[in-house]
């Protein structure tokens, strides 16, 4: 059975034939596009669709994206304001409905734009005395708790800082309620865990989302939990985006073991990318930098050093699974093509099934830029940076 879509403005993104006004789909697939007068003589009795002159795009991919974290942050405490007292205000409302010692969670903060700057657990601890606060940032490179919320995970003057993570203290030594990186894990450890059905209507809540904004496809970085609720999702026929599920780097040793392989799997659920870590990101200031942050003697936090990722690679790529490796400062980067032209000179990045990728390239010198081209390496960006 054909459907036509018709009386539409198609952009094919063909060069070629640029604009169409119909489209023939066939077994979920499109099967012809063109003119309405050379696409509907065989219609007959088919089912056509006429779109009223509407605009028609192809789907749109997000190349870098936490389904499981999107669809749960939709519940949670907006805090993407324009001022830390405006995302103050917000927690007084929910502070209205929350039980005691119920743990509120928030998303989107971001100090870089806030005329105050970074707030503390005191703030946060006249709204909610009898509540854990746990509020990530929008980088998801830091967190903002509350005492109750630091108090639960164990967190005090004398808890030191965890590797790759730093607890921001006062000039007495007390944590101010900011965490940076790997000390989120403190907290994120206790947190209570979404159940089967929570992750799966917070999946549910993200493609929904996504689909109404005419993405269709999205390549996820989450965690492993997320990727077992999507395969339910898609033997249920309930997972409607299409999917490339990249495996974190705790996975990888189990990945291997179960014969995963980049590229493999459903038309709507596949295997990506290793997901590794070079680095933080920019707003919490623990991106690697080649050059001190401004008003400091501080290069950020560099997590692997190009060694580390040759050898990671290696292992990874010698079982079929392409590497994507998260680097956001410019002395990350390099240190990530490093690793990358350490594993090019051996063979190793020849065998792969999917082209090696950085996730951000946020800071690159231009000396490092053509080397991206050089090892065929995807400088996978993100607009919004």
């Known amino acids: 059975m054909t459907t036509y879509l018709t009386n539409a403005r198609v952009h094919t993104l063909d060069t070629r034939a640029p604009l169409a006004d119909t489209i023939a789909i066939r077994a979920g697939r499109?099967?012809?596009?063109?003119?309405?007068?050379?696409?509907?003589?065989?219609?007959?009795?088919?089912?056509?669709?006429?779109?009223?002159?509407?605009?028609?795009?192809p789907g749109l991919c997000d190349a870098h994206i936490h389904l499981l974290e999107y669809g749960l942050s939709l519940a949670r405490v907006d805090c993407e304001t324009p001022t830390r007292g405006a995302c103050l205000e917000r927690l007084r409302r929910r502070a209205e409905s929350a039980r005691p010692g119920e743990w509120v969670a928030g998303h989107g903060w971001n100090?870089?734009?806030?005329?105050?700057?970074?707030?503390?657990?005191?703030?946060?601890?006249?709204?909610?005395?009898?509540?854990?606060?746990?509020?990530?940032?929008?980088?998801?490179?830091?967190?903002?708790?509350?005492?109750?919320?630091?108090?639960?995970?164990?967190?005090?003057?004398?808890?030191?800082?965890?590797?790759?993570?730093?607890?921001?203290?006062?000039?007495?030594?007390?944590?101010?309620?900011?965490?940076?990186?790997?000390?989120?894990?403190?907290?994120?450890?206790?947190?209570?865990?979404p159940s089967v059905e929570e992750r799966k209507n917070a999946l549910l809540a993200s493609q929904r989302s996504l689909l109404e904004m005419g993405i269709t496809r999205a390549h996820d970085f989450d965690s492993w939990e997320c990727y077992q609720t999507l395969a339910e999702l898609d033997e249920a026929g309930l997972l409607k985006l299409r999917v490339v599920k990249n495996i974190p780097a705790n996975r990888l040793d189990v990945a291997i073991a179960d014969g995963l392989r980049s590229g493999s799997g459903s038309p709507f659920l596949k295997i990506g990318w290793l997901k590794l870590f070079a680095d933080g990101a920019l707003g919490p200031q623990t991106a690697a930098m080649l050059e001190p942050y401004e008003g400091s003697d501080s290069l950020g936090m560099l997590f692997q050093e190009s060694r580390e990722i040759a050898e990671t690679g290696k292992k990874a790529l010698a079982a079929g699974i392409s590497p994507a490796i998260h680097a956001i400062g410019d002395r990350a980067n390099r240190t990530v093509l490093d690793g990358y032209e350490a594993l090019d000179a051996r063979g190793h990045l020849s065998k792969t099934r999917l082209r090696p990728r950085i996730e951000h390239v946020q800071l690159i010198t231009p000396a490092d830029m053509a080397r991206l081209a050089a090892l065929g390496v995807i400088a996978s960006m993100q607009p919004i940076h």
């Open 30 to 57: 499109i099967s012809a596009i063109g003119r309405a007068a050379d696409i509907l003589r065989g219609a007959g009795k088919a089912k056509v669709d006429d779109l009223g002159g509407k605009t028609v795009i």
């Open 111 to 193: 100090h870089n734009v806030w005329p105050e700057g970074a707030g503390s657990k005191k703030e946060l601890d006249e709204i909610f005395p009898r509540n854990p606060v746990y509020l990530t940032h929008k980088s998801l490179h830091s967190a903002w708790a509350n005492s109750a919320a630091l108090q639960a995970a164990g967190i005090n003057t004398q808890t030191p800082d965890p590797l790759d993570g730093r607890i921001e203290r006062d000039a007495r030594g007390e944590p101010t309620g900011i965490l940076f990186e790997s000390a989120m894990r403190l907290v994120d450890a206790i947190l209570p865990p």
